[in-house]
């Protein structure tokens, strides 16, 4: 069982994209998995963007969350 990862760690994408990225799906074999969760992280820091945008998440969170990169 895998671990729940916290809403802050989220990202707009397809239902494809999220079968890949949790491993439900085989990624592409030119995508390495650290262009995947560069990819990822990317996208959250986009959704984060968006959800400030419309007052939906305060300005810090996308500061405190490491989103699981090193």
């Known amino acids: 069982m895998g671990l729940k ?3 802050t760690a989220a990202a707009f994408g ?9 491993g439900r799906r085989q990624r592409q074999t030119e995508l390495s998995m650290v262009s ?10 986009h ?3 968006i959800l400030r945008s419309m007052d939906l998440l305060a300005a810090a969170t ?4 490491n989103c699981g990169g090193q």
């Open 14 to 22: 397809c239902s494809e994209c999220h079968d890949v990225l949790d």
């Open 62 to 65: 996308a500061t405190t969350h």
């Open 5 to 7: 990862s916290p809403d």
């Open 47 to 49: 959704a984060h963007e």
């Open 36 to 45: 995947l969760e560069a990819a990822f992280r990317s996208a959250v820091g």
